[in-house]
């Protein structure tokens, strides 16, 4: 059996999302195809994997797209292991580039406050949630009315807004979580739900004959999180006006999380609030931790003879 004839079966069997499906057969046509498309599937050896990765790296393809044409053509092969066309998957202790992990990027307090200012009043109390929540977007828009515990000032993530409509986490995923509100975030969103029906959502559009309906990730973006971030300004530590950084809605995450880490809680309970599956991903944040170089430091004013430069 061909790489392709065996594709095509996997392919029409997968169950996942639509802009999944999207993303990884853009993946498969750019990256596996054009390789092991004609390659008889017992022929493949580990051997063979590896140098297609070189090949890929060579040509100047990214890391992240190596890393994701690689684990479709792992998760094939995986399949013919688990359907008798293979005996052993090829896709084994196969060397992969590194993926650059880019330090989180967040906002200062008075940059967070510039946005609140300057947003349209209708998304201050979703922004203010963002901030002081950590949700993701997709949870903020997901969020419903009857998820806000005003007695116990928590709310439950449960579902999540997806391009597909809104989902439910799965029981078994840390996604799925309780979120503690400060006294001053749950006042006012109090105030923005109090009208709101049980089971309706959150936040929901609002323009003039379309209000009231699930809200689209590209156009808020593009209608109402970039056009406040271009027109925010605060001052920087020289009394200097500048604008607040490009960074997406996501930072709002970044900086929660970020906030914490500086005011001393633990990589674990920040892990916990933001629902991250994996520790790796929290870690991002250790070197904003009060004490992250507080042993390094200690260890070199214990010396007993420090050096010098003369003048």
Known sequence: MSFREWHDRWWNARIVEPHTLRGDASS??????????????????????????????????????????????????????????????PCRSIDLPQIAVKPPQWFTLDQAQSILDELPAAWRTMCLLGFYTGLRWGELSGLHRHRIDQRRSRLFVVE?????????????SKSRREVPLP??????????????????????????????????????????????????????????????????????????????????????????L??????????????LQPDAHKAVLGAWERMDAPLLVGE
Request: glycine content about 6%.
């Open 274 to 287: 933001l629902g991250h599956e994996s520790f790796q991903t929290t870690q991002r944040y250790a070197h």
């Open 160 to 172: 999540v807004n997806t391009k597909s409509g809104i989902k439910e986490y799965p029981k078994s």
């Open 28 to 89: 498969i046509k750019n990256h596996v195809m054009p390789h092991w498309a004609d390659w008889e599937m017992r022929a493949i050896t580990r051997m063979d994997v590896q140098s297609w990765i070189r090949t890929l790296v060579e040509r100047g393809t990214g890391a992240s797209a190596v890393k994701r044409a690689y684990n479709l053509t792992s998760s094939i092969m995986r399949a013919a292991v688990d359907d008798d066309i293979l005996a052993v998957t």
């Open 183 to 272: 006294p001053h975030v749950l006042e006012t969103l109090e105030r923005h739900i109090h009208r709101l029906d049980r089971d309706a959502l959150v936040f929901t559009t609002i323009t003039k004959g379309r209000s009231g309906r699930r809200l689209d990730d590209g156009n808020w973006r593009r209608q109402t999180w970039w056009p406040t971030v271009e027109d925010a300004y605060y001052f920087d530590s020289d009394g200097e006006q500048q604008l607040v950084p490009h960074y997406p809605p996501h930072s709002m995450r970044h900086t929660c999380a970020s906030w914490l880490v500086q005011k001393g809680v633990s990589l674990y309970e920040v892990q916990h």
